[in-house]
């Protein structure tokens, strides 16, 4: 798909950058707004792992972690909060995973380092991951074995763990490591062996676990405690390059390519190219920039839908930017403001095919927006 569409955009030559002009190729309407609390809400994330709960969505704010359903006619209905025994938590990500039977886990992380693994079954904590020497600030899943998240750490490193048996199975860190916090990180769509870093040091780093996976599948049988695990250091990324000049806070694989974001009002596209001469040393191919007016203030992430269409990320202003990621230049699908949302947008959750953006602000509240495109209200 993405692989294709590469052909479009000239390699080697300027970037091609995108129009705010609003194409309005898709209208999106405000369904509802919630209060959630008086705490800001730093992450909102749709359950892309289990197709039976597509329209369940997760947020955090403060200790406090709540899963919603999106119903129709914008409907949300709470359907479950998990309250942390520390009232000092500020919960700054959510993840969905699942155990090795299907039931669905929700994985918080925040100021404090601890991850919660909560069975949302159950209701009741599943595993609770310590390790960390500083807060998380992001937990991502594994989409093609969602028993293993992934977590960036204020600590300079990136944990990978089994939900299943709450082993910490390898760590990202060391000589060749990251020199500030850890940001943001993903998994890469396809080759189950790679992940994408970013942080406070300004790069992006790419690390492969080819050569360790002998250990993510003896996580799947240790049955000994898991503190007697044999966890490894990965010391050493396969890719690293300097994209941005300041803090890269979000970073997302669109095939082979990386969407990645600073400070500075753009999200931008390139193909990491390693340099044959010198292992692990990037050259960065700008392809596309998506830009985004008052996003200069760092902890904004930005969402895609299942098949990544499109991008939605919010600024500081409390407007939300959609922007269709496949097309050359890139279209801007939709501009959403509203007169009553002026808070900063922490992060945006796309539902599976687009349909409905999520936002989540520093004010506390939730917004739904609903395409309305072929709707005759």
Known sequence: ???????????????????????????????????????????????????????????????????????????????????????????????????????????????????????????KIHKSFVGHGDSINEIRTQTLKPSLVISASKDESVRLWNVHTGICILIFAGAGGHRNEVLSVDFHPSDIYRIASCGMDNTVKIWSMKEFWTYVEKSFTWTDLPSKFPTKYVQFPVYNASVHLNYVDCNRWLGDFILSKSVDNEIVLW?????????????VDILQKYPIPECDIWFIKFSCDFHFNLAAVGNREGKIFVWELQSSPPVLIARLSHPQSKSPIRQTATSFDGSTILSCCEDGTIWRWDDVTNSTA
Do not use: H
């Open 1 to 123: 798909m993405v692989g294709e569409t590469g052909k479009l955009f000239g390699l080697g030559c300027d970037p091609v950058v995108g129009s705010l002009t609003s194409s309005k190729k898709r209208e999106y309407r405000v369904t509802n707004r919630l209060q959630e609390g008086k705490r800001p809400l730093y992450a909102v994330v749709f359950n892309f792992i289990d197709s039976r709960y597509f329209n369940v969505f997760a947020t955090v704010g403060g200790n406090r972690v709540t899963l919603y359903q999106c119903l129709e006619g914008g409907v949300i209905a709470v359907l479950q909060s998990y309250v942390d025994e520390d009232k000092d938590e500020s919960f700054y990500t959510v993840s969905w995973a699942c155990n090795v039977d299907g039931t669905p886990f929700v994985v918080a992380g925040g100021i404090n380092g601890v991850m919660r693994v909560i069975d949302a079954g159950s209701e």
């Open 271 to 283: 193909e990491p190219k390693v340099k044959e001469q010198t292992p692990g040393e990037g050259v």
